[in-house]
Structure formats: structure tokens, C-alpha cells
């Protein structure tokens, strides 16, 4: 069985087309198990009940963005290791330097490929086959 398929992924994205984008190229590169989360806080509220392998999340959001998230994650020991994302439309080198300094394993401009997505998972979890 491909590793991709036993991995549980978390898309938080406030856009529910870029969900569904993400959702969409996941499971072209074998994921199963993909649970949407709409917002930051939405995302919390998720990983208290769902088993999660790596998150995938958008910066820009209402109520917590992905920054935020992405510090709350890692300050609690449950999840503080957990393979983090991050998904802009922007490339700002500041920001990925920020991201970075916050403890995030991946980042990934926006509009992406399958291709590209793979790549930034990989390079995160290792091969997906």
C-alpha cells in the first residue's frame, strides 16, 4: 500500500474552491484519509477529533490565521512535531522567513500542481510510494 494512502491530511483553507483543489490533487497522489477544516479555529476544534499525520494550511484567514495556527500547534507536545505547510499566494520572502522562525517544515505558493504539491509533501514526510 502506497504511504500516501495511510497518511491523514488537514486542509484549512477559508475558500472552499481552494479546499477542494487541495482535496482534489491529495487524493491524485494517493491520499485517503482528508479532513477540511474553514478556518483557523475550525482547525483546532479538528485535530481535537481527528487522528492527523500533516496539515496543509492557508496564511491568509479570518479569526486565526495560519501563523497563529501554525504557533498554537507547536507550542502543545501532541502536536508540536506535526509536518506543517503553509500555503500563500504570496512568495514574500519576510513572511517565509517568519514562517520558518515558527517552526513550519514546508512552504507552497499558490496556484499549485500535483507535481509541486508531491515535491513540498516529500520533502516534508518522505516518498509517498
Not at 512535531?81 to 505558493?109: H, L, W
Amino acid at each position: 500500500m502506497p504511504k500516501a494512502a495511510s497518511v491523514n491530511v488537514l486542509i484549512v483553507d477559508d475558500q472552499q474552491s481552494m479546499r477542494g483543489i487541495s482535496k482534489y490533487i491529495l487524493g491524485q497522489l494517493g491520499f485517503k484519509s482528508i479532513t477540511e477544516a474553514r478556518s483557523g479555529r475550525d482547525a483546532l476544534m479538528k485535530l481535537e477529533n481527528h487522528p492527523v499525520d500533516l496539515i496543509i494550511s492557508d496564511w491568509n484567514m479570518d479569526d486565526i490565521d495560519g501563523l497563529t495556527l501554525l504557533k498554537v500547534i507547536r507550542k502543545h507536545p501532541r502536536t508540536a512535531k506535526m509536518p506543517f505547510i503553509m500555503a500563500t499566494g504570496r512568495s514574500d520572502k519576510e513572511q517565509v522567513k517568519e514562517a520558518i522562525s515558527c517552526g513550519v517544515n514546508n512552504y507552497i505558493i499558490k496556484p499549485f500542481d500535483a507535481g509541486t504539491m508531491k515535491k513540498k509533501i516529500e520533502a516534508v514526510i518522505g516518498a509517498l510510494q
